[in-house]
């Protein structure tokens, strides 16, 4: 017999012979309340993701049929030049951007923890770029403050007025493909409210006793900071890191915006979701875009997969 | 363990049916806006041409600010006083490039506006995909064609048939400081050769603290037209008939050789301030502001830089290559077009008709999108425009009066090849990428997007 048609069976035996009025209203109740959710599942999500991954096997410009061409969109993205930029400044983005951003979270969640009064104000006044930092205002305020008469180089002009050792050459930041990158990425980091209200919410948790023991052992604060605080909250730095990779890898506004929707100067600021979407409304090439758009579900679900993978070798549990 | 669920009774579930009912009804309603009973929203109302169905409103869209949505919805209910059925023009609005978006996405829902404004680089999808109204069998009858011309017609032209017709022209044309010039010991209008500009430019340089001789076309990523002039002088096109690359690397080469070594003699724009000049728009741009002596812009932006510039500044043809081509002229067109899903292609038909040619509708929006393309209504506006706007349709004028040969419909991919060619500029203008690389790459890019013709 096999093991199916045993579970089969157990299943039978341990059913009800039938199920009462209650039971069966409950049951009812269950799908109506259940119903609008499970539509709205097969409407707008399921759906479309379906209709996507079709799009993404044909050639499609939105304004003729779809014509079905088996893989080719995967194929072209082996050899496109762009992508492999796109993915380049993705990447770079990620990768130094977000440890930043967690690091300047925390140091001020550290900070923030040492019982200030009015706390409650500068954690509000903390978070706030959070919520404004994916914004359009926030993404034109940065390409003037970047300018080239902007407040940065202001800033330094005013600096190499009053010192006569140090000259600081002054240029478009984000006009300039050297730098463009590096001032999102800044903008990135600016944005460190959201991960460090997480940060504090996790150091409220950390059992006052471990730090007494330690300071009648000796331990410095420094120590402590070694030894305890950053052990017990490396579920938390797990959390926010999770969060934000994939916030990264889905940056759009603040790139579109600088670079007035080229990812420019030369390819600069090119980042994978403003590819995409050049590739879907200016190029008029939908198909493909597709076949990015699961490329890139891909590369969250793989980069995602690998942090938890080796989460197990440094994130302690205390359980 | 016993749940206790509240479980609708059959007279809440029936209650709340009809709640759900009324509530879909109610967003149908709001989806639809307040459109009239035979509204033809997308280009799906009810109501027939011959008059008596009641009330039509259709949906007519152009890119552009309030300013130019409102003008031209007055001139369209200046049409609609003079139709026998009762016709509202609902106007809708974006800037260029969400406008374009939104296009797109409604012609996949095969939803376009009854009548709207169509960019030239985008015609040739449009036309080939079947989105848009073919107007061959109006011309001649509901739309007159005497005033515009063959060369107009052939701008909408795509296959075998007319989708759409240009209300306006634009042109490319030189921008210069006069009294800049003056004090460089310079005379603007004796420019005429790109090497004269380039001799104007090196002398205008620094004539007074932080003037920049010649500002930077090269890394606009938008439509490339100063380039595509100087393709045309040299003999080739930006594209072919056929939907292929028509230009050489050596013509590309030699193009970006000569804003490379003015960029090396100092002489433009820096490439930081000069992206920084594009996202400004034209009341931003260098010429206006006063900051560089010489400019190539669109024609039509002389209207636009005269009203906020503190300086003189002149207008002139744009300079020619010596022993290029003179049949090289064209003129980029703004162009009116109706979606192929409208239920009332004779009223749309109409309408074209009216902002092409009727003088009335040109003297209300007179140059808000270039010089009108029919004579008729050049002429009639004239009296009405001051010295700068005068200036500016008498050049375009003018140069029609040049020969000119077909300027290719843009094909699908085109988008592409600009961006291909903004993109290399820029690397040469930031030293990332000698000339020639540069030329071989453009050449390749233009290349594989347009299908490897």
Redesign the interface.
């Known amino acids: 017999m096999s093991a199916l048609s045993e579970l089969s069976r157990l299943r039978r035996r341990g059913a009800p012979a039938s199920k009462s009025p ?1 039971e069966r ?2 049951g ?3 799908l ?1 309340f259940l119903g609008p959710w499970f539509i709205g599942l097969l409407v707008i999500v399921a759906g479309p993701l379906a209709a996507s991954f079709y799009l993404s096997l044909t050639d499609y ?4 049929s779809p014509t079905f061409e088996g893989l080719a969109n995967y194929q072209a993205l082996l050899t496109d030049a762009q992508l492999r930029k796109a993915l380049q400044v993705t990447f770079t983005y990620v990768f130094v951007s977000v440890p930043l951003q967690l690091a300047a979270a925390l140091g001020l969640a550290l900070l923030l923890d040492r019982g200030l009064r009015g706390l409650a104000v500068y954690r509000s006044v903390y978070y706030l770029p959070s919520l404004l930092g994916g914004s359009v205002a926030i993404a034109i305020l940065w ?1 003037q403050i970047f ?2 008469e902007g407040l940065v180089n202001q800033v330094l002009w005013w600096f190499n007025d009053i010192q006569p050792f140090f000259h600081i050459q002054t ?2 930041w ?4 050297d730098t463009a990158l590096g001032t999102l990425m800044i903008l990135n980091v600016w944005t460190f409210g959201s991960p460090m209200v997480i940060f504090l919410a996790g150091l409220r948790q950390i059992p006052e006793m471990y730090y007494e023991a330690a300071s009648i052992d000796g331990a410095s604060r420094w120590r402590q900071l070694l030894k305890i605080t950053l052990p017990l909250l490396t579920p938390i730095i797990f959390f926010n890191l999770v969060l934000q990779v994939i916030n990264a890898f889905q940056t759009f506004t603040q790139s579109y915006i600088v670079s ?3 990812g ?4 600069s600021t090119l980042f994978y979701t403003l590819y995409l979407y ?1 590739q879907a ?4 090439n939908m198909g493909y875009a597709s076949a990015m758009a699961w490329v890139l579900l891909l590369i969250v679900a793989v980069m995602t997969a690998l942090n938890f993978f080796l989460s197990k070798y440094w994130v302690f549990y205390n359980d | 363990m016993t ?1 206790h ?4 009774s059959r007279r809440t ?1 029936l209650t709340a049916g009809v709640g759900a009912g009324a509530m879909a009804a109610m967003l149908a309603a709001c989806g639809r806006g307040d459109a009239a009973p035979n509204s033809g929203g997308g280009g799906t109302g009810t109501g027939d041409d011959g008059g008596g169905g009641g009330p039509i409103t259709m949906r007519t869209a152009l890119w552009g600010n309030a300013d130019r949505a409102q003008l031209y919805e007055e001139a369209a209910a200046m049409f609609a006083e003079t139709l026998e059925e009762d016709v509202t023009f609902d106007m809708s609005f974006a800037e260029l ?1 969400p406008y ?2 939104r296009l ?2 409604t ?2 829902a095969n939803d376009l506006p009854d009548v709207f404004f169509m960019r030239d680089t985008h015609v040739g ?2 036309g ?4 848009l109204l073919d107007l061959t069998p109006y011309l001649g009858d509901i739309i007159q064609t005497d005033q515009i011309g063959d060369a107009a017609i052939g701008d909408g032209t795509v296959g075998e048939g007319v989708y759409a017709l240009p209300t306006h022209y634009v042109g490319q044309a030189l921008f210069y400081d006069v009294e800049m010039l003056q004090e460089a010991g310079i005379d603007g209008t004796a420019i005429t050769t790109w090497d004269d500009l380039a001799e104007a430019a090196r002398a205008a340089h620094g004539v007074r603290e932080g003037i920049v001789g010649l500002d930077d076309p090269t ?1 606009d ?1 938008a439509t490339q037209r100063f380039l595509e002039a100087y393709i045309r002088q040299a003999g080739e096109e930006v594209f072919t008939p056929e939907g292929g690359i028509g230009f050489s690397e050596d013509t590309i080469g030699s193009w970006l050789e000569f804003w490379h070594q003015l960029r090396s003699d100092g002489v433009l724009t ?4 000069s ?2 000049n ?2 400004a728009g034209v009341a931003g741009s260098m010429i206006a502001t006063n900051r560089c002596a010489l400019a190539l812009m669109s024609t039509n932006h002389y209207v636009q830089v005269l009203p906020v510039t503190q300086n003189e500044l002149a207008l002139a043809s744009l300079p020619v290559l010596p022993d290029g081509t003179e049949d090289w002229w064209f003129f980029p067109p703004i162009l009116i077009c109706a979606g192929a899903n409208t239920q009332h292609p004779e009223i749309a038909a109409g309408l074209i008709n009216f902002l092409v040619n009727d003088t009335a509708a040109g003297e209300h929006t007179l140059l808000n999108q270039g010089a009108p393309s029919s004579a008729a209504v050049r002429d009639a506006i004239l009296p009405l425009l001051d010295d700068g706007q005068r200036a500016f349709v008498e050049q375009i004028s003018r140069e029609q009066e040049y020969p000119r040969r077909p300027f290719p419909v843009r094909p ?2 085109s ?2 090849v600009n ?1 291909s060619i ?2 290399n500029s ?2 040469v203008a ?1 030293g ?1 990428m000698s000339v020639s690389d540069a030329a071989s790459a453009i050449v390749a890019e233009s290349k594989a997007a347009m299908g490897g013709a």
């Open positions: 209650a209203n409950d009812k109740a269950a109506f410009n939105l304004l003729s390409r300018g080239t240029q478009g984000v006009s300039n493909p007035g929707g080229s420019g100067p030369v390819d050049i409304f200016t190029n008029l | 749940t669920l509240i479980t609708p579930f490039g374009l978006e797109a996405t012609a996949a999808w449009y080939q995909s079947g989105s890394m990523n820096p490439p930081d301030v992206l920084e594009d996202a699908e991919g988008e592409e961006a903004g993109r820029t690397a930031y990332q």
